[in-house]
Each structure stands twice: as C-alpha cells, then as structure tokens.
C-alpha cells in the first residue's frame, strides 16, 4: 500500500478503503511507489481481546459502539511506525521454509458441520482440522537471524468472552516467547528479531482442546446443536486445558512457540526465485463460479443466518439461539422484517437453505451493514505462494483453495508450490491472470463513508481525585516482601486510561523495576505488555477511579529490590476553556523478592 494513504488515514481518522483514489494523494507518497497495493500486504495475527471501533461498516460500528478514533488512530500509527521501522532496517538476506505437524493445540468447533462435506473428500485426511504449521525463516546474507513468519489454523480465543484485558492470546504468546529468547534483556516489542504468528484457515479451529461442556453441570454437550438439557445452547461453552483461561493461552501458545522454535532450527529449504506479486478489488455479491463441467453458481449480497446469533462453542450468542438450525423462528423473523425490512426474494434463494437473521447486505442506513467490495491478493517467491483474502476460511474450504492453486501453477509448468492460504473462490481469477497480465487491473474500488462522529461511548468526565489525595497516589500498598510465584500488587488513584489515548507520550501504564545496587538506579524490568504484569481501571463515581497494578512473580526473578510504577492523564475541564490533559505517575513502596 502507498504510505501516503496511511499518512492521509492518519490526519483525516478514516478507514482506509474510505480513501479518496490514488491520483488524488500520489503527490505526497512518502516513499513514491515503492510500496504499493499489490505489493504490501496487511495481515493481523489475530486476537478477539482487543479494542474494537475502526471499522466503517454499520453491523461493526454497531457492536463496537461505533467509530473509536483512538482505537482508529493506534492502530493506523502503530501501521506506519511498523513499515517505517521494516524500511530503514532493511537489508538483503536469504528465506528458509519448513513445515511440521503441531498436535495437542486444536479441535474442530463445528465438528457436525465438518461431517457435511463429503465422504470421499473427508476420507483423504487423518484430522478434521488442519495441524501443519509452515515457518519462513529470515535471515541476512551473513547468516544473522532477523525473523521468521508463521502460519497455524488456530483461532486466538484462549481467553474467552469474559475477558475484560486488552491482549494477544495464543498466538501473541507464542510471538511473545520467541522474541523474549531471541531479544534477551529487552522489554516486549523491543529488538531487531521479530516474531509473527500469522492466520490460516481458522475459521472452524478452536484451542479449547476439552471440548463443549455445560458449564451449570460439567457433561458435555458435544452434540450437533452445541445445546445443555439444563440452561439451553447459552451454557454450552468449550474449555482449554489450563486452570483458566490465562493459564489455557500460555499452554496453547507455549505449544506453538516450541513447534516453530524446532521448525525455524531445522529450516533448510530455501526459497528462492523471482518475486511476483497481484492484487484486485473483488464484489463479491456479483461472482460467477464453476461448479463443474456443465454448472455454475452466483454469489449475492451477504445476510447473516440464526447460526450467527447463535455464536460458537468458543463464545455462545444471544437469546438462546442455537447453531445448526434451518427452521425460521417466527418472532425474529417478525422483528427483523419491521425494523430493516424483509429480504429479497433474491437473496433468500440464494442463502437457501439457512434462514436469514439478518439482512445485512440489503441495508444502507446510517451506512452500509456489510462489506461488498473486498480486496484479495497473491504473492509468489519463488516456490512459496502467499494467497491473502480478508475472510475466516474454514478446515476444508483452505485444502481445497489450496488444492486449486497447486493445481492452477501445476498447469503452468511450475511444480512443488507451498501455498500459504488466507482466501476465498475469487483469488482464482488473480491468479490466472497473474500468468499472462503485467498490470492486473484494479477492479471496482469500495465505497467512501465520511464518518465524522459516530460513537455511543459516553463522554469521559474530568477526572476527580478523593480529598486530601492526588492522582497516582498509593491506595493500597504492596507488601514487603513476596516470593517468587506469589502476586504483588498495589493499588492507585487512578484516571480513566481513555485519556491517554489522546496523548502519543505514554509508552506504558505500568513498569516493574528492579533496583541495581552497582549504578544505584531502577532498571525496568516489565511493563504493560509484559504477560506477568495486569493493569485493572474501575470506574467510580462521578470521575473517581483506581487502577490496580499487579504483578505474577514468575520462577525466573532474581532475587532483590522492586518497585511499582503506574502511568496515567487526567483530564480537566476549565469552564469556557478547551479540555486540558496531565500526565502523572505513582510510585508503590519498595519491596523484596525473594526464592522459595
């Protein structure tokens, strides 16, 4: 992608397909057109437990409490600051693949659905998720390790819905794990080696390998409408195999990171060949595919199904409403068709025969509900083929898209190709025409949303801080002494976190320190993205808040002096002046670490 329209994303805080057209902002590119659309991809590791709110669409903007600048502007920064870092470290080097099997991290979520596929297709594979992970080693001509990427059909939801923490999950572990190992000494995020756990078909993959249970009795309710004889569907939840959910992404990820840790080790294949690379806009609610010799099929616009509310195994939906049923429930469809009219007789032919729930792709107000217009591309090196399309492909869906591309570069003379899959049926015709087209054409660009302001978050009051205190404050002290294994905490007078948002200064809210007796100063040892340290805000009344900062000794701490530092704003509200931030931190008291 053209820097450019990440530097006119970040001044203007819209999404990036709500971009005016190239021509219009070539003039500022920062690096010309070194970095194109066809020739960047933006590939998210994944998690469901972070902030949501920058996505235009009306079905997201209504789930996410609308547009959330703040969550908008991270994360088109934290873009740019990535692919600036990545441009002035580069440098020549070499590429290495390897592939293995990764047991013990996976189950099928939708294991009934899985079984509808056909016999003879199901009959050709031992598992009915997919376990091979593939690992691409990096590595500068000198041979100095730099990274590597990896791609696992594993969904991130070791932390359940109930998780109120902003984190990566498992696979956020795995990266966290290798990159503590390669960056010895270096907080999260710091040093040269990077370490990428990237999506595949994960769409029906989950990591709670100890399958659905009723969560009021304990027996399972691993049947094909994932439903509880006691509570209904809503109390069927699958569970990994931890104590709890932290201890379930650890486990999850620990596996993941030894997997491609032995991977990465052994990598000797290496990849070399010309680089090609293609991208295309896609409407998707107007594609014609073969089916076979004598049959074709058209795709329409999107609807979602009573499947859709009634969610996963991983995080069950709303009203009870339970997975696998084809029966229209007369009250929802009643209360669908007066609130956003009844769909097309189009449309309900086409999703045949799952009953619509909602008609998402025949709305436009305020905004379109559902994405029409999507990207999709493909990247070959060499003998390594990336495919990237902006959906969740599911265990048999990602064989066959692989099996098809194979078969695709197979026709044109090249052999032994290692597909690496995030995609769907439309790549297809990126792919044939990558063979005899120098310059793919663009293909219909998506809309433009002028979202100016569209939130349902409150407003965030001026912060207040309790009589006789100020913000940073100690509440609640640490104890004295800890050993390893144990939790040492401290408590604040906190101000709400939003605030800092709004202020590109903080790096962190919260450090652990260690006191150096030979320079006499406090060395940071852990911060807020360490995975042994929590930061909770509670909310209080009237701008009151506290922020709890605590910190799980892990078995590896050496023994001596620690301190706990918490950072923060806090806003004020000057009558007939602008809003006003202030930067503050606390200070716990000293305490002791000592070995059991």
């Known amino acids: ?78 873009i740019i600051k990535s692919i600036d870092i990545a441009h002035q470290n580069m440098k020549k080097g070499r590429l290495f693949i390897n592939k293995g099997l990764v047991e013990n991290s996976q189950i099928n979520r939708s294991p009934y659905s899985y079984l509808q596929n056909p016999e003879s297709e199901r009959n050709r594979y031992s598992s009915n998720t997919d376990k091979e992970m593939v690992v691409l080693k990096m590595v500068d001509v000198n041979g100095q390790e730099l990274g590597l990427l990896s791609w696992f059909a594993i969904h991130p939801v070791s932390m359940n819905n109930t998780n109120h923490l902003i984190n990566s999950d498992n696979v956020g572990y795995a990266s966290y794990l290798f990159e503590q190992e390669k960056n010895k000494g270096l907080l999260p995020g710091e040093g040269s080696f990077v370490a990428a756990f990237a999506s595949s078909n994960l769409g029906d993959v989950s990591p709670n390998i100890k399958g659905p249970h009723c969560i009021n009795t304990g027996e399972s309710c691993d049947n094909p409408n994932s439903y509880c004889p006691v509570g209904g569907a809503k109390m069927c939840m699958a569970a990994g195999p931890g104590s709890d959910m932290i201890d379930s992404t650890k486990i999850i990820g620990q596996n993941l990171y030894l997997k491609a840790k032995e991977l990465y080790t052994l990598a000797s294949q290496e990849v070399t060949g010309p680089l090609h690379s293609a991208h295309q806009w896609v409407n998707m609610t107007d594609v014609t595919v073969q089916l076979n010799a004598t049959h074709t099929g058209k795709t329409c616009k999107p609807a979602l199904g009573y499947s859709f509310a ?30 956003v009219g009844e769909p097309s007789n189009e449309t309900k032919e086409c999703h045949k025969p799952k009953p619509i729930l909602l008609n998402t792709g025949e709305i436009s107000l305020p905004y379109p509900w559902h994405p029409e217009i999507v990207d999709v ?9 990336i495919v990237a399309f902006p959906g969740e492909l599911t265990t048999m869906s990602g064989r066959r898209l692989r099996e098809a591309i194979k078969n695709e570069f197979e026709s044109h003379g090249t052999q032994g190709m290692n597909v690496v899959i995030a995609g769907l049926s439309p790549v297809y015709d990126v792919l044939s025409k990558l063979f005899y087209i120098q310059d793919l054409p663009n293909g219909p660009e998506p809309p433009f949303f002028n979202i100016i302001n569209m939130t349902l978050l409150p407003v965030v ?37 939003r605030n800092s948002a709004q202020n590109t200064t903080l790096k962190t809210f919260l450090t652990v320190e260690k006191y150096e ?43 001596g002096l620690y301190r706990i530092q918490y950072f923060g704003h806090y806003k004020v509200q000057p009558i007939l002046k602008p809003v006003q931030f202030y930067a503050f931190n606390g200070t716990s008291s000293v305490f002791q670490v000592v070995k059991l």
């Open 377 to 385: 591309q493909l990247f070959t090196i060499g003998s390594l083929s």
């Open 461 to 497: 009051l001026p912060d207040v801080a309790p009589v006789s205190k100020t913000f940073g404050d100690v509440l609640q002290e640490v104890q004295p002494l800890y050993r390893v294994g144990e939790v040492a905490e401290a408590t604040f007078v906190g101000a709400n976190p």
């Open 310 to 339: 009634a969610g996963t195994i991983d995080g069950v939906g709303f009203f009870n409403f339970t997975q696998g049923k084809q029966k229209n429930r007369p009250f929802w469809e009643t209360i669908h068709n007066q609130l």
């Open 1 to 78: 992608m053209c820097i450019d329209k990440f530097l006119t994303l970040c001044h203007s805080n819209l999404p990036l397909s709500s971009l005016p057209q190239k021509s219009q902002t070539t003039s500022s590119c920062k690096y010309g057109e070194l970095y194109r659309q066809d020739n960047v991809i933006l590939s998210g590791t994944h998690t469901h437990s972070g902030p949501a709110g920058y996505f235009q669409y009306t079905i997201f903007l209504l789930t996410s409490k609308g547009l959330i600048k703040p969550s908008l502007n991270a994360l088109v920064n934290g």
């Open 517 to 559: 007796n030979i320079s006499g100063n406090w060395h940071v040892m852990y911060n807020d993205a360490s995975w042994d340290t929590r930061f909770y805000w509670t909310k209080g009344f009237l701008g009151r808040s506290k922020a709890k900062v605590e910190w799980h000794i892990p078995s590896s701490t050496e023994p």
